[in-house]
Nanobody
């Protein structure tokens, strides 16, 4: 089992920055992907970014490329999402997710086995 705890959400004006963090505990050595998803009111959960531990590979949604960066602190079993140049459309509940396997595309929700509780990001114009 793996537990995920997010932190770092909050409110920011458009153009501002936030850094989200997700601390993983438990059987973290079995994880193959660690990612961030977001879900706005009335919308489907969508993939934002993912990182493949040990491979040094990252994936991003087109809407966040060049603005968001996902990176991992291996010593602390933590994955971060640095979000810059935030836009009102980035506002959502952000969820950390982890996968034990390489199943499907990185942005598919059903490819992940563990989820955090979410952290709210609000961006005002």
């Amino acid at each position: 089992q793996v537990q995920l705890v997010e932190s770092g959400g909050g409110s920011v004006q458009a153009g501002g920055s936030l850094k989200l963090s997700c601390e993983a505990s438990g059987d973290t050595g079995s994880l193959r992907r660690l990612g961030w998803f977001r879900q706005g009111p009335g919308r489907e959960r969508q993939g934002v970014a993912t990182i493949f531990p040990g491979l040094g590979d990252t994936k991003y949604a087109d809407s966040v490329k060049g603005r968001f960066t996902i990176f991992q602190d291996n010593a602390k079993n933590t994955v971060h999402l640095q979000m810059n140049s935030l836009k009102p459309e980035d506002a959502a509940m952000y969820y950390c997710a982890a996968a034990k396997r390489y199943a499907g595309a990185w942005f598919q929700v059903d490819g992940y086995d563990y989820w955090g509780q979410g952290t709210q990001v609000t961006v005002s114009s």
